[in-house]
């Protein structure tokens, strides 16, 4: 089936760890994106990709990094420096262009212990 | 900047009866404005879309309402049912952004049997 695969589902980080959440996509969407979701909240743009090789910090992007070498693959870090990393990452995907239905993923919670 | 407001916060229903969400947005250029329901733990799915060149969009049970000189759009569910139950987001995004969308806070939407 086609669609957004984001893993892992749970992910335990220790203070100071690095940690890197997958998403992959089987769709030939062209642009990807990751959000975060905190308990009652919204989703907050972190990155987002238009093309391989190529991305954009979004509204929330410091602590985090984000590499594009594949269309189908747009993996994020969650670095040491972000200082609350406790959330649901959520990964999307889109053709691209204006108006183009937005497809997200299962998401990944990621927990500090 | 950009920003996108939702109220309710929280809606409770009884089953059969029907369910309105509102959102403003600041940005005056948007022209896409979707529609998420997301359940818990999962991924938001997109249950309508509309576009800034119409002002109202039905499937099914399910209406959004567009009033672009206000800004505002609405979201409409009748004959609701327990299945209903999730947390419903508005979102918007202009053209030259593709799926760069800014998400309202969501709404909470209880339907008691």
């Known amino acids: 089936d086609g669609g957004i695969t984001q893993s892992p589902k749970y992910l335990f980080r220790k203070e100071g760890q690095n940690v890197t959440l997958s998403c992959e996509q089987n769709l030939n969407h062209d642009a990807m994106y990751w959000y975060r979701q905190d308990p009652g909240q919204g989703l907050r743009l972190i990155y987002y990709s238009q093309i391989v090789n190529d991305f954009q910090k979004g509204d929330i992007a410091e602590g985090y990094s984000v590499s594009r070498e594949k269309k189908e693959s747009f993996p994020l870090t969650v670095t040491s420096a972000q200082k609350n990393p406790t959330a649901f990452y959520l990964c999307?995907?889109?053709?691209?262009?204006?108006?183009?239905?937005?497809?997200f993923g299962e998401g990944s919670w990621l927990t500090v212990v | 900047g950009e920003n996108v407001e939702q109220h309710p916060s929280t809606l409770s229903v009884q089953e059969g009866d029907s369910a309105v969400i509102k959102c403003t947005y600041s940005d005056s250029a948007s022209n896409y404005f979707p529609w998420y329901k997301q359940e818990l733990g999962k991924g938001p799915q997109l249950i309508i879309d509309i576009r800034s060149n119409v002002g109202e969009k039905k499937d099914q049970r399910i209406a959004v309402t567009l009033n672009k000189t206000a800004k505002h759009f609405s979201l409409h569910i009748t004959e609701t049912q327990p299945e209903d139950s999730a947390v419903y987001f508005c979102a918007a995004s202009r053209n030259n952004q593709g799926g760069k969308l800014i998400f309202g806070q969501g709404t909470e939407l209880s339907v008691k049997p």
């Open positions: 999307a995907s889109t053709t691209g262009g204006s108006g183009n239905t937005i497809y």
